[in-house]
């Protein structure tokens, strides 16, 4: 048998100065990560000092990025590299956050692109997706999540595969107090690994971790990491309140899943 080790995300997103991005780092030096990962994602200004403070508290806590660029680099203003990412102590990317996808304008074609860079960069890779409101209501939810995860993994070297997490995010949910049902997540994440399953092996399907993510609370959270497939969540607004968001990782510490294959 083999285990999925739950995960947990904070995704900061474009929030907090640098001092609250230092207390934020100084608050998640403290839950116990024994048989949990635990990951930050600050906003690419602050990745050094968090990573900085971090491994000064001999945390195991993984700093992450939001984006990355998929080049190597050059002439690209504004934009950062993997090499970049790894310089400042990040062990960790997103791709395909919905922010990124709807607001921003980052293509299925341009987050494979990222992924595969990210993954072949030595990066753990949060590879986010999910459905619109309207595509959910059209009944689309699991078609739009095997287009998003097949063109997320299309330049990805099966090799590298072991360092992919895969987020489930309704995009109806982010942010908005509405999170999806413990059940209608749960098929939906049973889906996802199916099409893992489709792309890769069914060990690989089996060994990657899914997470849930869309409006999670300390309400929530447990009825959500008790579902078989959810194997821990992303966190967007609660990442920002250090007792909410120790109280989610404490919801996921427990709910380590079984899997039928070793990996
Ligand atoms: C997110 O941004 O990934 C997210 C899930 O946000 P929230 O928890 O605020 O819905």
């Not at 860079?117 to 999540?145: F, K, W």
């Not at 590298?160 to 997540?185: F, H, K, M, N, Q």
Request: net charge negative; glycine share 10%; proline share 4%.
């Amino acid at each position: 048998m083999a285990t999925r080790r739950p995960f947990v995300g904070g995704n900061w997103k474009m929030n907090t100065t640098a001092r609250e991005a230092d207390a934020l780092a100084r608050a998640v030096t403290a839950p116990a990560a024994d048989d949990i990962d635990i990951a930050v994602f600050p906003p690419f200004v602050y990745l050094d000092r968090v990573s900085a403070a971090l491994r000064q508290a001999g945390s195991p806590t993984i700093v992450g990025a939001q984006d990355l660029d998929h080049r190597d680099n050059g002439a690209l203003t504004g934009q950062v590299s993997a090499a970049m990412l790894t310089d400042l102590g990040c062990t960790a990317a997103l791709t395909g956050h919905s922010e990124r996808r709807h607001i921003l304008g980052d293509s299925d074609d341009l987050v494979g692109l990222k992924t595969a860079r990210a993954l072949g960069s030595g990066l753990i890779c949060l590879l986010c997706i999910g459905e619109t409101l309207e595509q959910r209501e059209a009944g689309d939810t699991d078609a739009v999540n095997e287009r998003q995860l097949r063109a997320g993994l299309a330049h990805a070297k099966p090799a590298s595969l072991d360092a992919l997490v895969v987020a489930y995010e309704p995009v109806w949910a982010i942010g908005t107090g509405r999170t999806a049902s413990p059940e209608d997540a749960q098929n939906a994440h049973a889906a996802i690994r199916g099409v893992l399953a489709d792309l890769t092996d069914n060990r690989t399907a089996q060994a990657t971790r899914i997470l849930y993510g869309g409006s999670v609370k300390p309400s929530n959270a447990a009825e959500l990491f008790a579902q078989p497939d959810i194997d821990g969540g992303l966190i967007g607004g609660a990442s920002l309140d250090p007792e909410a968001f120790a109280a989610i990782c404490q919801a996921a510490t427990h709910t380590t899943s079984t899997t039928s294959s070793a990996r």
